[in-house]
């Protein structure tokens, strides 16, 4: 039996944390820092240790004598929690940050594409505010414009104008709106096609690819609105047919393992790849991300059947080319609960009610929600995630939006179209 410890605190690992507490491996789950959510799981425990506090972590592993440890989100990957843990000999799932680049600075990723002719849109990359104000008469609109450094999945600007494109270097280079993030910046051509999620568990040299998923990123329905760190999520995307996915792994996620490895960095944890699908089907990345996507962690581990510890344990061992992986058929949709305001400005410590809702097949998996003498207060941008599982998108969808329904407090915003590529592909084949 295994004491594991979960590093993160979102809704991405409050569903990590659901599907490890179902393992049988476990003898107990810790959660650093963890939520309101992660708390209420079987043989889990929240630690309160900031997710960044690599040496108050150590100390934790020692005391508690963990057998794996398992990092959600970025910011300790860029840290080099990974390189750490390593130094001390503890067992730890995730990229080194040498690895973990690929998220934490846009140039790097850009550039390292390049090199290994891995398909990206055209780009430049510029530190200096007047170079790169001069570097738009010369292009063509939409731009997009991305803060290098991590920016909490919001420092990308999609710039329909000169103006609007000149606006954006102001904030992120002259104003700090993404604090050092925005030092250095990457425009980019705008891409049109279908986004979608394609995330795989990473060994060193072999990748076991995860269902496909679609997040939205976009605020408001339609797609429309300031960017996001996403909106909902669904599982899994019909865009990604058997064909596109060998395409997928043959001009993507096997460039960057053999690059990686090249470069002296072999490269074992969570990847991820989001991709924008052109009509003509073929496909370019928009991004890297060095962990599980959220919220597309939310409907994936409501699909996915098989041990995570297990699956951990072999690609720590380089056993990923043996390990087979086990989804459920269905459909999961999950749709996101923000704060009013979210992406920008907002308001917290607002009264939830109605978490207390859950069936079978469907679960509210929280975020920003701190839990206070018996009440539940809003504490983050994005609040929670109603995750459903269904037969049909279709199914999975209204499943998802009458679990929400049940949920309130004040400002409560959410879009209302999550899913809706799937649900109109259903619509066309009947």
């Known amino acids: 039996m295994l004491n594991v410890l979960l590093i993160g605190n979102g809704g991405r690992e409050h569903a990590m944390a659901w599907k490890l507490s179902q ?8 959660v650093a820092p963890g939520n309101a959510g992660t708390a209420l799981e079987a ?7 900031d997710a960044c506090d690599i040496e108050a972590l150590l100390a934790f592993v020692r005391e508690k004598k963990i057998d794996l440890t398992l990092v959600g989100p970025e910011a300790p990957l860029a840290k080099g929690i990974v390189n750490r843990f390593q130094e001390q000999g503890f067992a730890i799932f995730g990229p080194r940050a040498e690895a973990a680049q690929l998220e934490s600075s846009k140039a790097f990723s850009k550039d390292f594409m390049k090199k290994y002719q891995i398909p990206t849109a055209h780009y430049q990359t510029f530190e200096n505010p007047a170079l790169a104000k001069d570097y738009l008469k010369t292009q063509t609109f939409p731009l997009v414009l991305k803060a290098d450094g991590l920016a909490a999945g919001k420092g990308v600007i999609i710039a329909q104008t000169q103006q609007e494109a000149e606006d954006a270097i102001e904030q992120m280079m002259s104003l700090h709106t993404f604090g050092s993030a925005g030092d250095r910046i990457v425009i980019e051509e705008f891409l049109a ?6 995330i795989v568990m990473v060994d060193g040299e072999h990748a076991l690819p995860f269902a496909s998923s679609q997040d939205h990123k976009a605020r408001d329905n339609g ?22 996915e060998k395409t997928i792994l043959e001009t993507v996620i096997n460039p960057v393992i053999a690059g990686m490895k090249a470069e002296g ?32 962690t939310q409907p994936l581990m409501m699909r996915l059947q098989s041990d995570l510890i297990t699956l951990c344990q072999q690609a720590l061992a380089g056993e990923l080319h043996h390990t087979p992986i086990q989804w459920d058929p269905r459909v999961a949709v999950g749709v996101v609960a ?6 920008n400005a907002y308001q917290t410590g607002q009264n939830i009610t109605g978490l207390n809702t859950e069936q079978e097949h469907a679960k509210l998996f929280l975020a920003g929600v701190h839990a206070d003498a018996g009440h539940f207060l809003t504490q983050g941008g994005r609040v929670l995630c109603a995750t459903a599982l269904a037969p ?3 199914l999975a969808q209204k499943n998802a939006y009458q679990l929400l329904n049940k949920v309130h407090f004040n400002g409560i915003y959410y879009r209302t179209d999550i899913g809706y590529r799937a649900v109109e592909r259903e619509r066309a084949l009947k």
């Open 223 to 244: 797609d429309q609105g300031p960017n996001t760190g996403g909106m909902g999520a669904y599982s899994p995307a019909p865009v990604i047919t058997p064909e596109l």
């Open 338 to 343: 923000c704060a009013e305001g979210y992406p």
């Open 23 to 30: 393992s049988k491996q476990l003898q107990r789950l810790y």
């Open 193 to 198: 096609g279908e986004e979608a999620s394609y």
């Open 392 to 394: 049909t998108a279709t």
């Open 43 to 49: 043989n889990t425990e929240n630690t309160g240790i």
């Open 265 to 296: 960095h072999p490269y074992t944890g969570f990847l991820y790849a989001g991709l924008m699908i052109a009509p003509d089907n073929s496909i370019k990345v928009l991004e890297f991300n060095c962990r599980l996507g959220d919220p597309e």
